[in-house]
């Protein structure tokens, strides 16, 4: 899935928001039929706010926020005040990625299975990248060409994965254990010492 970057735009909108439990899978939320799911992703150098109406969340760089969930139809987004204007469809998954003061958008899967765990893995470094087990034995996801993203929906298990860039290059990721219905994402992103890899649980957000 190739991503698209998105423009910035001074449109001021109020869209209604809800959110659910964070400890909640995306197929068990209580969101209207046809919502849009939206997330960004802190790919700057420095740690940012973002703000939906009345709701804020830090984030760290490299950290991914929480889903919320929406009608379909217009959202602004505010980044450290900048707003930004997006039309979201319905049964819509989306992950906003902020850098250089611009958003990269990414499609991602909509998941409601309650028999699988799914994995999905953002690539932004300029290295074609993949996931793979420990060992290197079995291919999970990708290649993954730069500004991409991809996704496979597994078994419920305990996993020891690694990202292998072309350079030869290989990044472990901390094992974890998958649990079934649940959306695990994989970060592949440049830092000051060079490419790193996380792998963390996707939640959705609470509102205070």
Known sequence: M??????????????????????????????????????????????????????????????LGDYLYRPEGAATIRIDGQPFAYRFLARSVQTLAYRDGALTLFQDQYF?????????????????????????????????????????????????????????????LAPAVLERGRVYSVVVFGGASGPQARLEESHVATVP
């Open 2 to 63: 190739r991503a698209w970057i998105i423009v910035v735009s001074l449109v001021l909108l109020s869209p209604v928001w809800a959110a659910q439990d964070g400890n909640e899978g995306l197929y068990e939320m209580a969101a209207p039929p046809d919502s849009a799911f939206v997330r960004v992703l802190n790919l700057s150098d420095r740690q940012i706010q973002v703000a939906l109406d009345d709701w804020q969340q830090p984030l760290v760089p490299g950290a």
């Open 112 to 172: 409601d299975s309650r028999i699988k765990a799914l994995l999905v893995m953002y690539n932004l470094t300029p290295s074609s990248a993949s996931l793979q087990t420990l060992n290197g034995a079995v291919n999970v996801i990708g290649p993954l060409a730069e500004d991409s993203s991809g996704a496979r929906e597994i078994n419920g298990v305990k996993v020891a994965l690694r990202v292998s860039l072309d350079d030869g290059r290989n990044l472990p």
